[in-house]
T-cell receptor, first 111, second 115 residues
Framework: GENVEQHPSTLSVQEGDSAVIKCTYS??????FPWYKQELGKRPQLIID?????GEKKDQRIAVTLNKTAKHFSLHITETQPEDSAVYFC??????????FGQGTELSVKP | DGGITQSPKYLFRKEGQNVTLSCEQN?????MYWYRQDPGQGLRLIYY???????QKGDIAEGYSVSREKKESFPLTVTSAQKNPTAFYLC??????????????FGDGTRLSIL
């Protein structure tokens, strides 16, 4: 069935370093790839998304890249800050409206 | 997103009891979704609805039921058939376009526990 694998499950970086989270999807019909940030006990918040007709998208310190051939997409956070600490989820969606989520990455940014 | 309201924030269920989680949105979104989140795991889709009076099963629909009688409301009932209902339940909504996915926006969630 449809599946999204996300790695790593935990990631610890020093403040100011970069963080990279990677996801792989199985459904070749997937054409929409959002990333969500979830702080403890709170709702997931959309931080960036990319569609299959684009290879890369940036928003300040956050960027997402997509490799459709490899069915692989990644989140890049530069100049990390302690407030970036949270759980990050990737997801893949097709025209049917469903999103399949990855298992999440707990990012810890140490001051 | 202030436009999606879930209630209650905390809910306790007794054995054999059905409970209903409320989700209301004032964003004029056509599509609404229910997810279940277990500790340390991602979100799993329970049910979704693209339009009023229509809904589809997600990946883990067994033991749950929904209705979509109004555009702004999508209540989820956790029935006694759901043997492990303890989880964090998240409702989401999005606009609907036939040819593309649209961003989903989430409510604050309901935490359900067994008494």
């Amino acid at each position: 069935g449809e599946n999204v694998e996300q790695h790593p499950s935990t990631l610890s970086v020093q403040e100011g370093d970069s963080a990279v989270i990677k996801c792989t999807y199985s459904d070749s019909a997937s054409n929409y790839f959002p990333w969500y940030k979830q702080e403890l006990g709170k709702r997931p918040q959309l931080i960036i998304d990319i569609r299959s007709n684009v290879g890369e998208k940036k928003d300040q310190r956050i960027a997402v890249t997509l490799n459709k051939t490899a069915k692989h997409f990644s989140l890049h956070i530069t100049e990390t800050q302690p407030e970036d600490s949270a759980v990050y989820f990737c997801a893949a969606g097709n025209q049917g409206g469903k999103l399949i989520f990855g298992q999440g990455t707990e990012l810890s940014v140490k001051p | 997103d202030g436009g999606i309201t879930q209630s209650p924030k905390y809910l306790f269920r007794k054995e054999g009891q059905n409970v209903t989680l409320s989700c209301e949105q004032n964003l004029n979104h056509d599509a609404m979704y229910w997810y279940r989140q277990d500790p340390g795991q991602g979100l799993r889709l329970i049910y979704y609805s693209q339009i009023v009076n229509d809904f589809q099963k997600g990946d883990i629909a067994e033991g749950y039921s929904v209705s979509r009688e109004k555009k702004e409301s999508f209540p989820l009932t956790v029935t006694s058939a759901q043997k492990n209902p303890t989880a964090f339940y998240l409702c989401a909504s999005s606009t609907r376009q036939p040819s593309s996915n649209q961003p989903q926006h989430f409510g604050d969630g309901t935490r359900l526990s067994i008494l």
